[in-house]
């Protein structure tokens, strides 16, 4: 089945306390990208990859680490968790970085305490 | 800055009734892409429909249609004969290829 598996669903944590979420895609496609959803805000993209070692940050990048080794893998680091990007992560991906539909994972509820 | 701007927080609409939400963004592009994904209370976001700027002709799946205005930069989205399970969170996105761009979203509740 096609799809785009993201781990774990939820997550708590303690400020500073390095975590990754996994992205992984079995489709592949070319591009990846990472979303934060906080209400009243929608989803904004954190930072995007259009293929193997091609990264670039979205419109909130801040805080946040990516890495793009393998394409079907493109996993979202926080190298020192702060209360403020307690959110609903989500990751998807499309065949090519042309506007094309996203498949998205069903998301990572993380909370920084 | 690319902008999309829902307007409409919440929305409330009869069964098998018809309810349109709004959406307007700001591009000084010519190509660009336009989507509406739903969310519902699972959270999965799921494409509704996709319109490519290029294209005059208004997309349409099955109930849903879109009526693209490219000169007043609005992408709003009707829903025929609303049925329960269409109770969500509606987002429209705008892209330019690899950005994308998401509205703050529109609760659409459906009353039995």
């Known amino acids: 089945e096609a799809q785009v598996t993201q781990n774990p669903r939820y997550l708590i944590t303690v400020t500073g306390k390095k975590l990754t979420v996994t992205c992984s895609q079995n489709?592949?496609?070319?591009?990846m990208s990472w979303y934060r959803q906080d209400p009243g805000l929608g989803l904004r993209q954190i930072y995007y990859?259009?293929?193997?070692?091609?990264?670039d940050k979205g419109d909130v990048p801040e805080g946040y680490k990516v890495s793009r080794k393998e394409k079907r893998n493109f996993p979202l680091i926080l190298e020192s968790p702060s209360p403020n990007q307690t959110s609903l992560y989500f990751c998807?991906?499309?065949?090519?970085?042309?506007?094309?539909?996203?498949?998205f994972g069903s998301g990572t509820q993380l909370s920084v305490l | 800055a690319q902008t999309v701007t829902q307007s409409q927080p919440e929305m409330s609409v009869q069964e098998a009734e018809t309810v349109t939400l709004s959406c307007t963004y700001d591009?000084?592009?010519?190509?660009?892409?336009l989507f509406w994904y739903k969310q519902p209370p699972s959270r999965q976001m799921i494409l509704v429909i996709r319109?490519?700027?290029?294209?005059?002709q208004n997309a349409t799946e099955n109930r849903f249609s879109v009526n693209f205005q490219k000169a007043a930069k609005s992408f709003s989205l009707k829903i025929s004969d609303s049925q329960l399970g269409d109770t969500a969170m509606y987002f429209c996105?705008?892209?330019?290829?690899?950005?994308?761009?998401f509205g703050t979203g529109t609760s659409l509740t459906v009353i039995p």
């Open positions: 319109q490519e700027a290029y294209k005059q």
């Open positions: 489709m592949n496609h070319e591009y």
């Open positions: 990859s259009m293929n193997v070692e091609v990264t």
């Open positions: 996105a705008y892209a330019t290829g690899n950005q994308f761009y």
């Open positions: 998807a991906s499309s065949g090519t970085w042309r506007g094309e539909k996203l498949f």
């Open positions: 591009t000084s592009e010519n190509n660009y892409y």
